[in-house]
């Protein structure tokens, strides 16, 4: 993420307007007006991924509109995907009203005005409306709605968002794409899943997506060292040979993939101030490595480096070893 706006970059009085420059630059123009506080507090990061762009923002109470006027201006027609991370919020869009709660999703379009309050953050989602392969009458049904982030289709697509914005890798163009791509399936499948039209799913979105969530299913259950492919597999309702095919696609196996992530929370863990007192046999057995001796032979075989040679080298040096990075929802 590259941020783009820090409300502590401009004197007081300026802030609110440097805001809405650069909230016009990344989303859309939108007029603002502050609530109580006389001073604008907030930032904004951005990530491109071709097509699409995701913002993760932090702000002040504020009212903003976005009027015919300026949708005359300039209108990029797009449809934003907001997820609500905290704070109060209530939008208006076609006559209709949204109040999302933290963890709730939103959908709203840069053709049609809209007014809006809010104070706290969110984490947005923008590509053209062209891209979206669902008829227009039925998008149009999910407009200024709040809807579940926790459960089904919008958990992932919120779990993805989140990753992306707190652990986004340094990326190629051609990660960028593939992202891009990755974003527009997730949320192709949840504006499906809400409106109950999932046959409406092109074929191939619809494989990209079951990949995605079968990735995030392995993720859940990384600690557990006994997952086998046939238990993924029939908690997908496919069969083992199904699931390697489909993991064969992209270049790695469902043994490799599972592996990868595991060594790669152990990483996290022994380079975590927080956990320097944690054994490392112990945050081995937690990741899935019961046999202390496995894990240290795996951890050397990619990093070049015993674990608890890491573990000082990072705590007591302030070095890492290099990692290869790691696409969230793609194999790494």
């Not at 007081?12 to 016009?24: C, F, I, V, Y």
């Not at 527009?184 to 990949?211: G, N």
């Not at 046999?281 to 240290?296: E, K, L, S, V, Y």
């Amino acid at each position: 993420m590259e941020k783009v706006f820090d409300s502590n970059d401009f004197p007081a009085r300026d802030a609110l307007s440097a805001w809405g420059k650069a909230t016009a630059d990344a989303v859309m123009p939108t007029s603002f007006k502050l609530v109580g506080d006389n001073v604008f507090r907030g930032w904004v990061s951005t990530m491109s991924l071709g097509a699409a762009q995701v913002s993760a923002m932090a702000y002040s109470s504020y009212l903003t509109s976005r009027t015919p006027k300026l949708i005359r201006v300039s209108d990029p027609e797009i449809i934003v995907c907001c997820v609500t991370n905290c704070g109060s919020h209530m939008v208006e869009q076609n006559r209709k009203r949204a109040t999302p709660r933290p963890g709730e999703l939103v959908f709203l379009e840069s053709s049609h005005p809209f007014e809006s309050y809010a104070d706290g953050g969110n984490i947005l989602i923008h590509f053209p409306r062209a891209l979206l392969p669902l008829p227009a009458r039925h998008i149009s049904q999910l407009i200024c709605r709040a809807l579940p982030g926790d459960q089904g289709m919008g958990r992932l697509l919120t779990a993805f968002l989140t990753h992306l914005t707190e652990d986004g890798p340094s990326q190629t163009p051609q990660d960028a794409a593939r992202l891009g791509n990755v974003s527009l399936d997730l949320v192709t499948a949840a504006m499906a899943h809400f409106l109950e039209r999932e046959s409406d799913i092109p074929p191939e979105s619809r494989q990209r997506v079951l990949y995605t969530q079968i990735l995030s299913f392995i993720e859940r259950h990384l600690c557990d060292s006994s997952l086998t492919a046939g238990e993924v597999a029939a908690a997908h309702h496919m069969s083992v040979r199904s699931l390697h095919r489909l993991f064969q696609q992209h270049g790695v196996t469902v043994r490799s993939w599972m592996r990868s992530q595991r060594l790669e929370r152990c990483r996290r863990d022994l380079a975590d101030p927080l956990k320097r007192h944690t054994p490392i046999q112990a945050i081995g057995a937690r990741w899935g490595f019961p046999r202390p001796a496995d894990f240290t032979r795996a951890f050397r075989a990619v990093h070049g480096i015993t674990p608890s040679g890491y573990r000082n080298q990072v705590l007591h040096h302030g070095t890492q070893a290099g990692t290869p990075s790691q696409v969230p929802g793609t194999p790494g």
